[in-house]
C-alpha cells in the first residue's frame, strides 16, 4: 500500500501502533513528508508565542492534541484561540515555541497549502465558502485529490468522486440544495456546507472555529453526533463557547485564556475550578 | 469513467455556442474572403482592402480582449500593461518581416535600412536567425511569455494585488516603451519597423494575403474562444474565480493560487502576443506607441464596455470600441480621447456588466444564473472599485 522508501529501517516494535487507524500504520517506514503518530499525538504545541504590537496574544502555550481525539478549546473572548488555529495552519508565525504535526512535520516551516495537504483541515470562525460558486463546486473544489494546475485544467469527475461529494451533501443535509448559489444558503447552512468542505479534503486533525454559532438548536444537535462520530478516525478540535454543545461533544476541555492554557480535564472539573469560574464571572 | 476531454471541450460549449462559431467560420474563411477576392469593386458586396484590413485589425483587438477578459474577468487580476505583450509579438514578428525585404529598402543592403542608418555592420546577436518564420514564431511565444512568467512569478509570489498591481503593469509597459524608443535598442527606435514586402516570399500587399490574414486572426479568435471557454468552465476555472472571490480560504484547501494565477496569466500574454503577431502585417507597422500606457488602458476600456466575466462580451467590447473609434478618427478625431473617457466612466457607473449585462437584463435574464460559467462573473460592487482605482 505504501512504498518503503528506507528498506534498511525498522520501526516495527519501536513503539506501539494506534490502533485507532488501523494495521496500515504499524510497522512500516515513513515517507518524507508523511504524518508520523509514533507517540499517539497528532498535535504538539510548545512553548508557543505570538504578539501584536507588544500585545501577547499568545503567551508560553503548551498543548497536546492525541490522536483520534475530540478536544474542546473554551475561554473568553480574546483568550488566542482563532490565534492558536492560525499558528496551526500556517496563516501566523509564532515569535517563539514549537508546533509539529505528529512527531517530525514542523508546522512552523509549512506555508497554508503545505500544511492542508498534510492534513489539517480548518473551518474559520466566520463561515467562508465561495459565495458564487454552487453548494456542489464548493465540495467539488474541497475534495482531496491532486491540487496542481495542470490536473485542475485536465480533470473531471470520476464517478466515485462524484459518488463521495453526493454522500457528504447528504450528510450536511444539502442534497437539495446541490446546485444552489452558496451566497444564497441561511446562515446555519453555510456552516454545514463548510463542515462538509472540511470532510471532503479527509484531514486527519480538523480544526473548528466556533461551528455551531448561528445554528438552531436542532442544527447543533446533529453536528455534535456528527463530531463524536467522526472523532477515532480523525481527530478533532473543537473552539465553543455553547457549553451545551461542549458537553453534548463530551471530550476533553481545555481553558484559554490571556495566551495560555488556564485548565484542563472534563467539562464539569475544569467548570468547578475556581480559577476557571473567576475568569468567567470576571469579565 | 472519465469523460474524454474532447467531448468535454465540446460539451463546454452550449450548442448556440457552437452554431454561432461555425456561422462566423463560413462568414470569416469564405463569405469575405470571397467578397473582396472574387467580387468586382463596383458591387455593393465587395469588401474593399480598407475594410478588410480594419476588421482583421479588431479581429486581433478581440483576441486581446478575450485575453485581457481571462485574467480580469475570471482570475480578477487588472492587467494596465497588456499592450507590452501585444507589441512584444508585432515586433518579434516583424524582425522577420524586416528581414524578409531584403535588399529592397532604400539602402539595398542585407541589414534593415535602421541599421545602416546607424552605421550597424551587423546584425546584433538577437536578431540571428531572424529570417526564420518558424524561429520568429517561437520568438512570438518564447519571448512575452518568459517575460509574464517572471513578472508574474515575482509579482505574484509577493502577494501584490488589485490597484498596486495594475500600477506595476502600466509601469512596465511604460518603461518598456521608453527602452524601445531608444535606437541602440536594436528595434528602429521610434520608428519602429515598417515598409515590410513579403512573408514566405509572397507580396505583402496583395488581396490574397490580405485574406490570408483576416482569415488566419478570426481562426486564432476562435480558436481563442474555444480554448478560453474550456479553461472557465473547467475546475481550473472554477479554482480561479475562487481566488479572485477569496484567496486565503483558497489556500486553505490545498491550493497554491501563486500557480493557478501564473498559468492564466502567461497564457494570457502570450495570446496577446500571437494577436500582435497577426496584426503587425496587417497594419503594416509596429513602433514604441503600442506600448503607451493609454494603449493599455483601453484594451480594459473594451473588456468592461463588452461586459467582464463573458467571453462573447469582450469580442463585442472590441468590436464596439474599435468600430466607434475608426468612425471617430475620421470624423473628429480630437474628440476621441474624451469620447473614451467618458465611455469607460458610464459603463463603470451605469452598466458594470457591460453591454451583455445589459442586453440579459433587457431579456429578462438573471444576470447570474446558476452552473460555473456565470458563477465566474465577478462580483457587482467590485468593477467600480478597480475602475476607480485604475482612474487614480
Ligand atoms: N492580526 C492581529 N493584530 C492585532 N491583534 C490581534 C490580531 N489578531 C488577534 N489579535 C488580538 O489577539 C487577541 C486574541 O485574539 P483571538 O482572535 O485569537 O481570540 P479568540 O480567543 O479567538 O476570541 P473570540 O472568542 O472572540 O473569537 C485579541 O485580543 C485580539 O484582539
Ligand atoms: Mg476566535
Given at each position: 500500500?505504501?512504498?518503503?522508501?528506507?528498506?534498511?529501517?525498522?520501526?516495527?516494535?519501536?513503539?506501539?501502533?494506534?490502533?485507532?487507524?488501523?494495521?496500515?500504520?504499524?510497522?512500516?517506514?515513513?515517507?518524507?513528508?508523511?504524518?508520523?503518530?509514533?507517540?499517539?499525538?497528532?498535535?504538539?504545541?510548545?512553548?508557543?508565542?505570538?504578539?501584536?504590537?507588544?500585545?501577547?496574544?499568545?503567551n508560553?502555550?503548551?498543548?497536546?492534541?492525541?490522536?483520534?481525539?475530540?478536544?474542546?478549546?473554551?475561554?473568553?473572548?480574546?483568550?488566542?484561540?482563532?490565534?492558536?488555529?492560525?499558528?496551526?495552519?500556517?496563516?501566523?508565525?509564532?515569535?517563539?515555541?514549537?508546533?509539529?504535526?505528529?512527531?517530525?512535520?514542523?508546522?512552523?516551516?509549512?506555508?497554508?497549502?503545505?500544511?492542508?495537504?498534510?492534513?489539517?483541515?480548518?473551518?474559520?470562525?466566520?463561515?467562508?465558502?465561495?459565495?458564487?460558486?454552487?453548494?456542489?463546486?464548493?465540495?467539488?473544489?474541497?475534495?482531496?485529490?491532486?491540487?496542481?494546475?495542470?490536473?485542475?485544467?485536465?480533470?473531471?469527475?470520476?464517478?466515485?468522486?462524484?459518488?463521495?461529494?453526493?454522500?457528504?451533501l447528504?450528510?450536511?443535509?444539502?442534497?437539495?440544495?446541490?446546485?444552489?448559489?452558496?451566497?444564497?444558503?441561511?446562515?446555519?447552512?453555510?456552516?454545514?456546507?463548510?463542515?462538509?468542505?472540511?470532510?471532503?479534503?479527509?484531514?486527519?486533525?480538523?480544526?473548528?472555529?466556533?461551528?455551531?454559532?448561528?445554528?438552531?438548536?436542532?442544527?447543533?444537535?446533529?453536528?455534535?453526533?456528527?463530531?463524536?462520530?467522526?472523532?477515532?478516525?480523525?481527530?478533532?478540535?473543537?473552539?465553543?463557547?455553547?457549553?451545551?454543545?461542549?458537553?453534548?461533544?463530551?471530550?476533553?476541555?481545555?481553558?484559554?485564556?490571556?495566551?495560555?492554557?488556564?485548565?484542563?480535564?472534563?467539562?464539569?472539573?475544569?467548570?468547578?475550578?475556581?480559577?476557571?469560574i473567576?475568569?468567567?464571572?470576571?469579565? | 469513467?472519465?469523460?474524454?476531454?474532447?467531448?468535454?471541450?465540446?460539451?463546454?460549449?452550449?450548442?448556440?455556442?457552437?452554431?454561432?462559431l461555425?456561422?462566423?467560420?463560413?462568414?470569416?474563411?469564405?463569405?469575405?474572403?470571397?467578397?473582396?477576392l472574387?467580387?468586382?469593386e463596383?458591387?455593393?458586396?465587395?469588401?474593399?482592402?480598407?475594410?478588410?484590413?480594419?476588421?482583421?485589425?479588431?479581429?486581433?483587438?478581440?483576441?486581446?480582449?478575450?485575453a485581457?477578459?481571462?485574467?480580469?474577468?475570471?482570475?480578477?487580476?487588472?492587467?494596465?500593461?497588456?499592450?507590452?505583450?501585444?507589441?512584444?509579438?508585432?515586433?518579434?514578428?516583424?524582425?522577420?518581416?524586416?528581414?524578409?525585404?531584403?535588399?529592397?529598402?532604400s539602402?539595398?543592403?542585407?541589414?534593415?535600412?535602421?541599421?545602416?542608418?546607424?552605421?550597424?555592420?551587423?546584425?546584433?546577436w538577437?536578431?540571428?536567425?531572424?529570417?526564420?518564420?518558424?524561429?520568429?514564431?517561437?520568438?512570438?511565444?518564447?519571448?512575452?511569455?518568459?517575460?509574464?512568467?517572471?513578472?508574474?512569478?515575482?509579482?505574484?509570489?509577493?502577494?501584490?494585488?488589485?490597484?498596486?498591481?495594475?500600477?506595476?503593469?502600466?509601469?512596465?509597459?511604460?518603461?518598456?516603451?521608453?527602452?524601445?524608443?531608444?535606437?541602440?535598442?536594436?528595434?528602429?527606435g521610434?520608428?519602429?519597423?515598417?515598409?515590410?514586402?513579403?512573408i514566405?516570399?509572397?507580396?505583402?500587399?496583395?488581396?490574397?494575403?490580405?485574406?490570408?490574414?483576416?482569415?488566419?486572426?478570426?481562426?486564432?479568435?476562435m480558436?481563442?474562444?474555444?480554448?478560453?471557454?474550456?479553461?472557465?468552465?473547467?475546475?481550473?476555472?472554477?479554482?480561479?474565480?475562487?481566488?479572485?472571490?477569496s484567496?486565503?480560504?483558497?489556500?486553505?484547501?490545498?491550493?497554491?493560487?501563486?500557480?493557478?494565477?501564473l498559468?492564466?496569466?502567461?497564457?494570457?500574454?502570450?495570446?496577446?502576443?500571437?494577436?500582435?503577431?497577426?496584426?503587425?502585417?496587417?497594419v503594416?507597422?509596429?513602433?514604441?506607441?503600442?506600448?503607451?500606457?493609454?494603449?493599455?488602458?483601453?484594451?480594459?476600456?473594451?473588456?468592461?464596455?463588452?461586459?467582464?466575466?463573458?467571453?462573447?462580451?469582450?469580442?463585442?467590447?472590441a468590436?464596439?470600441?474599435?468600430?466607434?473609434?475608426?468612425?471617430?478618427?475620421?470624423?473628429?478625431?480630437?474628440?476621441?480621447?474624451?469620447?473614451?473617457?467618458?465611455?469607460f466612466?458610464?459603463?463603470?457607473?451605469?452598466?458594470?456588466?457591460?453591454?451583455?449585462?445589459?442586453?440579459?437584463?433587457?431579456?429578462?435574464?438573471?444576470?447570474?444564473?446558476?452552473?460555473?460559467?456565470?458563477?465566474?462573473?465577478?462580483?457587482?460592487?467590485?468593477?467600480?472599485?478597480?475602475?476607480?482605482?485604475?482612474?487614480?
Amino acid at each position: 500500500m505504501t512504498t518503503v522508501l528506507d528498506p534498511g529501517a525498522d520501526r516495527a516494535g519501536l513503539n506501539d501502533p494506534q490502533n485507532w487507524q488501523g494495521p496500515a500504520s504499524s510497522g512500516r517506514v515513513l515517507k518524507p513528508g508523511e504524518l508520523d503518530l509514533s507517540h499517539n499525538v497528532i498535535l504538539y504545541l510548545e512553548d508557543i508565542c505570538v504578539s501584536f504590537d507588544g500585545f501577547k496574544a499568545i503567551n508560553n502555550l503548551n498543548l497536546t492534541i492525541d490522536a483520534g481525539e475530540l478536544r474542546c478549546i473554551i475561554g473568553p473572548n480574546g483568550a488566542g484561540k482563532t490565534t492558536m488555529m492560525d499558528v496551526i495552519t500556517g496563516k501566523t508565525r509564532p515569535d517563539s515555541g514549537k508546533a509539529f504535526f505528529g512527531q517530525t512535520l514542523d508546522l512552523t516551516r509549512l506555508t497554508e497549502p503545505e500544511i492542508a495537504h498534510l492534513g489539517i483541515g480548518r473551518k474559520f470562525q466566520k463561515p467562508t465558502v465561495f459565495e458564487n460558486h454552487t453548494v456542489f463546486e464548493n465540495l467539488e473544489l474541497a475534495m482531496k485529490t491532486d491540487k496542481r494546475v495542470w490536473r485542475s485544467m485536465l480533470a473531471a469527475l470520476l464517478d466515485d468522486e462524484r459518488d463521495r461529494i453526493s454522500d457528504t451533501l447528504k450528510l450536511i443535509r444539502l442534497a437539495g440544495e446541490a446546485d444552489r448559489r452558496a451566497g444564497l444558503l441561511s446562515h446555519g447552512q453555510k456552516q454545514w456546507l463548510e463542515i462538509g468542505m472540511l470532510l471532503m479534503q479527509d484531514p486527519r486533525l480538523l480544526l473548528l472555529d466556533e461551528p455551531v454559532a448561528g445554528m438552531t438548536d436542532d442544527e447543533t444537535e446533529r453536528t455534535a453526533e456528527l463530531f463524536v462520530s467522526l472523532a477515532g478516525k480523525h481527530s478533532l478540535m473543537v473552539v465553543e463557547h455553547d457549553m451545551a454543545f461542549v458537553e453534548a461533544l463530551g471530550g476533553k476541555v481545555t481553558v484559554l485564556h490571556e495566551g495560555s492554557v488556564l485548565a484542563e480535564g472534563d467539562l464539569a472539573t475544569v467548570q468547578a475550578d475556581p480559577r476557571v469560574i473567576e475568569v468567567y464571572l470576571g469579565r | 469513467m472519465r469523460t474524454p476531454l474532447t467531448i468535454r471541450i465540446i460539451q463546454s460549449m452550449p450548442k448556440a455556442g457552437w452554431a454561432g462559431l461555425a456561422a462566423f467560420a463560413l462568414v470569416a474563411w469564405v463569405g469575405i474572403p470571397l467578397a473582396h477576392l472574387a467580387l468586382p469593386e463596383s458591387s455593393p458586396f465587395h469588401v474593399s482592402g480598407y475594410l478588410l484590413t480594419l476588421l482583421g485589425k479588431i479581429l486581433c483587438y478581440a483576441v486581446v480582449a478575450v485575453a485581457m477578459d481571462l485574467i480580469w474577468g475570471y482570475a480578477g487580476i487588472l492587467s494596465l500593461g497588456h499592450g507590452l505583450f501585444f507589441a512584444l509579438g508585432g515586433y518579434a514578428f516583424g524582425m522577420y518581416l524586416m528581414r524578409q525585404i531584403g535588399r529592397e529598402g532604400s539602402y539595398q543592403s542585407d541589414l534593415p535600412d535602421f541599421m545602416v542608418f546607424l552605421d550597424w555592420k551587423e546584425l546584433p546577436w538577437f536578431w540571428w536567425n531572424s529570417d526564420s518564420l518558424l524561429w520568429s514564431l517561437f520568438l512570438v511565444v518564447l519571448i512575452p511569455g518568459l517575460l509574464a512568467w517572471i513578472f508574474g512569478y515575482f509579482a505574484f509570489r509577493s502577494r501584490i494585488k488589485g490597484v498596486y498591481f495594475s500600477i506595476i503593469t502600466q509601469a512596465l509597459t511604460f518603461a518598456a516603451m521608453l527602452l524601445f524608443f531608444r535606437n541602440e535598442t536594436g528595434f528602429g527606435g521610434n520608428n519602429g519597423f515598417t515598409d515590410f514586402k513579403r512573408i514566405l516570399g509572397y507580396s505583402i500587399t496583395s488581396p490574397e494575403m490580405r485574406a490570408t490574414l483576416f482569415a488566419l486572426s478570426a481562426t486564432l479568435l476562435m480558436g481563442v474562444l474555444v480554448l478560453g471557454r474550456y479553461l472557465v468552465s473547467s475546475k481550473f476555472g472554477r479554482v480561479l474565480a475562487a481566488i479572485r472571490d477569496s484567496e486565503s480560504r483558497v489556500m486553505f484547501i490545498g491550493y497554491q493560487p501563486l500557480w493557478y494565477k501564473l498559468a492564466i496569466w502567461t497564457l494570457s500574454a502570450v495570446l496577446c502576443a500571437l494577436a500582435g503577431a497577426l496584426y503587425v502585417p496587417q497594419v503594416g507597422i509596429i513602433n514604441p506607441s503600442e506600448m503607451s500606457p493609454a494603449n493599455s488602458i483601453e484594451i480594459a476600456v473594451w473588456v468592461a464596455v463588452g461586459g467582464r466575466g463573458t467571453l462573447i462580451g469582450a469580442v463585442l467590447g472590441a468590436f464596439i470600441v474599435n468600430l466607434a473609434k475608426s468612425y471617430f478618427t475620421v470624423s473628429f478625431p480630437e474628440y476621441w480621447p474624451f469620447f473614451l473617457g467618458f465611455l469607460f466612466i458610464a459603463v463603470t457607473l451605469f452598466l458594470p456588466d457591460g453591454v451583455v449585462g445589459l442586453w440579459r437584463k433587457l431579456m429578462g435574464q438573471r444576470s447570474a444564473p446558476l452552473g460555473p460559467a456565470a458563477s465566474a462573473g465577478p462580483p457587482p460592487a467590485d468593477p467600480v472599485a478597480i475602475a476607480k482605482g485604475a482612474q487614480s
